[in-house]
């Protein structure tokens, strides 16, 4: 799969969801549930369903809405399901790297959904070397799987027996034929809730799933928790000695819908925030207020709200654009942003702008929108960025270039802004973006912004020598 445009922005692995509730269409409640995920991952999608003492499966590349349809939701029948929604970020977009993942455990399979980043792969993937089933994806969530059907005792066993060699930000799911387990890692980097429908109990990667099937939300898997679903209630075990809270902070920012809640708080009310916040730390005299859609509207709405200037939807989305097979020809290419996004002329020529957006990451995108606004007449256009500058990678389960291509780590914001073309350049600062949040610092994962990194990291090259050992030839690979 490619991408239409030149698409900067940070972004997510992917979104889990599992689901126990007898009785019920356990495959429609999975898919609707993914629907509601499908923003933290549009590459691939899937779907595990167990049923009498065995575990179906089925995944392709694509869109929920592609992958998926009647007669194939009907055949996944049964009593507890998980599913999956990816972006790659270990691992190529292949079929193979599709998600759940699955591996013979015994006389069944187990299924697996994964959130996040191991920093550990290689160590781990010593621990299979003799495995008799060869490793056929690219992915950190085989190898989770691949563990966890070596490990003797239930599912939940399995997990308990597992979690503590995983290094790296996981929150999971794991399928067998009898059980369903969710697990977490012992910072809770990547969100995992619970919730409660009627006839049984479910987890998913954000509130908002939830609300998509009529659960109600019960509370987080906690850090280091692994928790095994059933009809009736939740069965719990602290796996892992539960570590300081890390929560990715561009959960806040940028990955989680608007809708959704985020340690008990609403998460477009804390973009609304940051963009007050902003409005505040970096005035600026022009005509109105922009938000580049969807991520970058709260914020604005909220620095027109502390400004006093004038808000306006000026920049139009085209909601349909996102990873494609088709490859736009050159002339095509050349219109890059606007594949995304088209300005609204008559309310933009002539005018003083303050775009509001989430984040700069290489700095691509930001200089195709101001150059597009300015060629709808834009006469000043002041970029308002509501987060710090990015200036450190992500091993965490975001897609994010190395340090060398983050164009805050090479650049002034002065420099960016000339790079840019916008007329001036802000971003909200650290203390802040806490404010906003309404939270601590010393609760979330801010390494992107700062360096400090909560886990240990792998030396930059491991994540290549992983993929590159993973698609050599099955022989090889037992060498």
């Not at 900067?8 to 629907?35: N, Q």
């Not at 494609?324 to 942003?337: A, H, N």
């Not at 450190?392 to 650049?411: K, N, Q, T």
Request: charged content about 20%; aromatic content about 6%; overall charge negative.
């Amino acid at each position: 799969m490619s991408v239409l445009w030149d698409d900067d922005s940070p972004h997510d692995e992917c979104g889990v969801v599992g689901i126990v509730a007898p009785g019920r269409d356990i495959s429609r409640l999975a898919f609707f549930a993914l629907h509601a995920l499908q923003h933290r991952g549009q590459e691939s999608a899937g779907i595990a369903v167990a049923d009498d003492g065995q575990v179906m499966v089925q995944r392709d590349l694509g869109l929920v809405g592609a992958v998926f349809d009647e007669p194939s939701l009907r055949s996944l029948s049964g009593h507890s399901a998980i599913g999956h929604v990816r972006y790659s970020t270990t691992g190529s977009n292949k079929w193979e790297n599709a998600q759940p993942v699955t591996r013979n455990r015994g006389t069944g399979l187990v299924a697996l959904g994964h959130n996040g980043n191991l920093t550990n792969t290689d160590a781990l993937r010593e621990q299979i070397t003799n495995d008799p089933q060869p490793l056929q994806a690219t992915t950190d969530s085989e190898l989770i799987a691949a563990l966890l059907a070596r490990e003797p005792g239930s599912l939940l066993d399995a997990v308990v027996g597992v979690i503590g060699r995983l290094v790296g930000a996981f929150s999971a799911v794991a399928l067998s034929e009898y059980e369903l387990v969710a697990f977490r890692d012992a910072h809770g980097v990547r969100p995992l809730v619970i919730g409660k429908l009627e006839g049984g109990y479910c987890v998913a990667s954000e509130t908002c799933a939830l609300d998509q099937i009529g659960a109600t939300l019960v509370r987080e898997v906690r850090p280091g928790e692994a928790v095994r679903l059933t009809a009736t209630g939740l069965e719990s075990r602290q796996a892992l000695t539960p570590a300081i809270s890390r929560m990715c902070v561009f959960e806040h920012i940028y990955f989680a819908r608007p809708d959704s809640l985020l340690d008990g708080r609403n998460v477009w009310e804390q973009r609304r925030a940051m963009g007050i916040e902003l409005a505040g730390e970096a005035p600026i005299d022009a005509d109105m207020v922009v938000g580049l859609p969807d991520s970058g509207t709260p914020a604005a709405i909220g620095y027109a709200f502390a400004s006093g200037i004038p808000y306006s939807e000026a920049v139009v989305r085209n909601r349909y654009v996102g990873r494609s097979f088709i490859q736009p020809d050159q002339e095509l290419r050349k219109s890059g942003v606007k594949l995304k996004f088209n300005p609204l002329r008559e309310i933009i020529d002539g005018k003083r702008l303050i775009v509001v957006d989430d984040s700069i990451v290489r700095g691509t995108t930001t200089q195709q929108v101001v150059a597009m606004l300015r060629e709808a007449g834009a006469r000043e256009v002041h970029m308002r960025i509501s987060s710090p500058p990015i200036t450190w990678p992500c091993f965490y389960g975001i897609d994010m270039p190395s340090r060398g291509e983050l164009v805050a780590a090479r650049h002034s914001i002065d420099e960016v802004a000339r790079l840019t073309g916008a007329t001036t350049l802000a971003h909200l600062s650290l203390e802040g973006l806490q404010r906003a949040i309404g939270a601590p610092a010393d609760r979330f994962c801010r390494a992107c912004f700062t360096g400090e990194y909560p886990i240990p990291v792998p030396d930059s090259s491991i994540k290549l020598r992983f993929e590159d050992a993973a698609t050599q030839p099955a022989e090889a690979q037992r060498k």
